[in-house]
């Protein structure tokens, strides 16, 4: 049963105030050298944004609209001095955690904010609206359960697993049994049928890249992708090239993906990258019992093992 | 004999038919420390065992990247056969319990790329299992011919595109041209 998220409107506006405060005590104090959080961008959609000066602060946005899962920017900010502030919602915080988890950022040079989230919409399917329902839906919270983005209806983590300040009262969390429906009517089709599928879909990949460089699990120093030698993926954009990068991105994060169905959000094709993911999360939870494996607190999968795993040689 | 046998195998439908006389080609990844010693004593033993197996020597079956078995794929094998000691026999202690997970999978996933499952196998062969290797290699080998030539990456996701060039025994009947393939794709490993 999936989860209906809720859009609140008000709780986001104090939450809001309460981050531009919080933001700007913490610059003011130079408790934090950066905040990284959203500002209103040139589409009038929320940016990341990077707040040196306490007066920055009030540029800070919170409302239905900030997708990004921040995280990620703290790669950007391993050379630098100073500790760095970052907001977080309850995805975000798994994006963070997954982050700190992979020993990729030092805890100790973080202040996190927290803010407890009840639903986001898709900043993209908000802008296809016209002016009066984009002004409804944004300043009276009247969206339909179509706006909200994707992760949000499986979402099992509205509150921050990681904060350091909190800003709200936390919201009930009630577990969200997973389900992989798309992937289940993926296996019950045909090999070639599958081929095709993924076939007609992935030769309109651009190699872009951008799945990749918005996965808070793809984190890793120096990415396969980018490597000469070996040179794991040609640089053509051929179908079969194509395969083996999808191949490669998804398989490399199994295991450590948070579910947040960014990669999906951010493709300019519009490509499902979300089966794939979502298939190696099944499989996670039916082979290895891994009930959650998109919390990172939840050791990844494939970094331990069980004496009683499937007998793989038993499976031929 | 072994014909009858492997005909029992449905073949997947949409995949080439075998070509008369032709083998599949196995690569193999064989732990140093146990499957590749069972290899050997097969070998030493005289046992009578098909040849299709390349064999690649990887210090433990822990060290097989699944990007190796892609790219085994893409490049002209049949099938791929990952090795290693028994679990809890591994030379450094838990290897090949990491590598059990892993190619575990990695087996479901390639399924679900629309690749026959059977196309990868995994075996736990002890250093005195020439034995077991010998009957291991001859039932994949089995297996493979009767599923037949797999299908090149590029043929598998929906167009030729030359790029698995190198030669191996079951490679797809001569063209007559000896152009590279328009769609520039050609490069060496």
């Known amino acids: ?316 | 004999m072994a014909q009858t046998q492997a005909s029992k195998l449905p073949v997947a439908a949409g995949e080439p038919a075998a070509p008369q006389g032709w083998e599949p080609l196995i690569v193999g990844f064989l732990c140093n420390w146990c499957s590749y010693a069972g290899a050997d004593s097969a070998g030493t033993g005289r046992m009578v065992q098909p040849t299709n197996v390349r064999i690649v020597r990887v210090p433990c079956s822990g060290r097989v990247n699944p990007r190796f078995i892609l790219r085994a794929f893409a490049r002209g094998a049949d099938g791929v056969l990952v090795s290693g000691c028994h679990p809890g026999d591994c030379h450094y202690a838990t290897g090949n319990f990491y590598a059990r997970r892993r190619l575990m999978l990695l087996k479901r996933y390639l399924e679900y790329l629309g690749l026959d499952p059977r196309r990868l196998e995994t075996h736990w062969v002890s250093a005195s299992e020439g034995q077991k290797w010998a009957e291991v290699v001859r039932s994949m080998s089995e297996t493979l011919k009767a599923l037949g030539p797999a299908p090149r990456l590029g043929e598998w996701f929906g167009a030729d595109l030359g790029l698995a060039t190198e030669t191996g025994p079951g490679e797809p009947p001569e063209t007559g041209s000896n152009e590279r393939p328009e769609t520039g794709g050609q490069r060496d490993a």
């Open chain 1, 1 to 316: 049963m999936p989860r209906t998220p809720v859009l609140d409107i008000p709780r986001l506006k104090t939450a809001e105030a309460r981050l531009r405060a919080e933001a700007k005590r913490l610059l003011g104090e130079g408790a934090v050298s950066v905040f990284i959080g959203h500002a209103e961008g040139w589409d009038g959609l929320p940016a990341p944004f990077f707040a040196t000066e306490p007066e920055e602060a009030d540029r800070l946005v919170w409302n239905p609209l900030v997708a990004f899962n921040l995280a990620k920017y703290l790669l950007e900010r391993l050379e630098g001095e100073g500790k760095v502030g970052l907001v977080v919602n309850g995805c975000g915080s798994l994006a963070l955690d997954r982050i700190l988890k992979d020993h990729r950022f030092p805890r100790e040079r973080l202040v996190v904010v927290g803010i407890p989230c009840s639903g986001l919409l898709d900043p993209d399917k908000v802008l296809a609206l016209d002016d009066d329902l984009r002004r409804a839906v944004l300043e009276e919270g009247r969206a339909d359960a179509a706006l909200f983005l994707k992760r949000c209806t499986w979402c099992d983590t509205p509150n921050p697993v990681v904060a350091d300040i909190l800003l709200g009262e936390p919201l009930p969390e009630e577990p969200v049994p997973a389900e992989y429906l798309r992937v289940a009517e993926l296996e019950a089709l045909t090999p070639e049928e599958r081929r095709e599928h993924f076939r007609a879909l992935y030769e309109r990949c651009l190699r872009c890249f951008a799945c990749r460089n918005v996965c808070p699990a793809c984190n890793c120093r120096e990415c396969a992708l980018d490597q000469w030698d070996p040179l794991w993926l040609g640089r053509a954009t051929v179908p079969a090239e194509q395969l083996t990068y999808h191949f490669i991105r998804a398989f490399d994060v199994a295991g450590r993906c948070i579910r947040c169905g960014e990669c999906e959000r951010v493709c300019p094709v519009g490509l499902p990258l979300m089966e794939f993911n979502d298939k190696l999360m099944k499989d996670i939870t039916e082979l290895f019992g891994v009930e959650r494996p998109h919390v990172p607190a939840e050791a990844e999968p494939l970094g331990k093992f069980a004496d009683d795993d499937p007998d793989l040689e038993a499976s031929h």
